[in-house]
Antibody
Framework: EVQLVESGGDLVEPGGSLRLSCAASGFTFTNAWMSWVRQAPGKGLEWVGR??????????DYAAPVKGRFTISRDDSKTTVYLQMNSLKTEDTAVYHC???????????WGQGTLVTVSS | DIQMTQSPSSLSASVGDRVTITCRAS??????LAWYQQKPGKVPNLLIYAASTLRSGVPSRFSGSGSGTDFTLTISSLQPEDVATYYCQKYDSAPTFGPGTKVDLK
């Protein structure tokens, strides 16, 4: 069974930093492209970014609102993907979901998410 | 950047009704289009990918069609458990979600 478990969400002040983790199991992590999708309270889904598998080049792409502030990385030995968030803004407040479609662009598995609140 | 729109933003329908949701891309995306269902308090669930391929285990009352810029999700006979928000997503390059369509019962 595919499992994605996020952690690291917290209350942080504007301008602060936070690192989210997503522990994956139940599939061949090294082959998987991993993504982060966020959902602000009461709002829709917003793609944050994606990291390819190393075998496919390991390219990382980001949505425009987070480019230059957020960094996605992966540790295949720990089957974990990370989201480093810097220079946080109030509009980054959301539940952050880890998700994957293995090597497809659509998402077949989602974590329950971790809440990030950016507020003074 | 390619933008995704959905219509309507919300709808109310009766059990047994045929429900149609439209998704439009600002540029052609071939058939790189997925549909998700998100029930209140739950994570999204993939229903359809490649515009019209039903994911295994998804009830056959759900169907998708379209290619290029215009796509449709149809629920042939609405059931109470279909109350949810439905999102389209393009995945030809940078993934982008539509704003969602909220479906509830009349």
């Amino acid at each position: 069974e595919v499992q994605l478990v996020e952690s690291g969400g917290d209350l942080v002040e504007p301008g602060g930093s936070l690192r989210l983790s997503c522990a994956a199991s139940g599939f061949t992590f090294t082959n998987a492209w991993m993504s982060w999708v966020r959902q602000a309270p009461g709002k829709g889904l917003e793609w944050v970014g994606r990291i390819e598998s190393k075998a496919d080049g390991g390219t990382v792409d980001y949505a425009a609102p987070v480019k230059g502030r957020f960094t996605i990385s992966r540790d295949d030995s720990k089957t974990t993907v990370y989201l480093q968030m810097n220079s946080l803004k109030t509009e980054d407040t959301a539940v952050y979901h880890c998700t994957t479609g293995i090597r497809s662009g659509y998402y077949t598995a989602w974590g329950q998410g971790t809440l990030v609140t950016v507020s003074s | 950047d390619i933008q995704m729109t959905q219509s309507p933003s919300s709808l109310s329908a009766s059990v047994g009704d045929r429900v149609t949701i439209t998704c439009r891309a600002s540029q052609g995306i071939a058939n790189y289009l997925a549909w998700y269902q998100q029930k209140p308090g739950k994570v999204p669930n993939l229903l359809i990918y490649a515009a019209s391929t039903l994911r295994s285990g998804v009830p056959s009352r759900f169907s998708g069609s379209g290619s290029g810029t215009d796509f449709t999700l149809t629920i042939s006979s609405l059931q109470p458990e279909d109350v949810a928000t439905y999102y389209c997503q393009k995945y030809d390059s940078a993934p982008t979600f539509g704003p969602g369509t909220k479906v509830d019962l009349k």
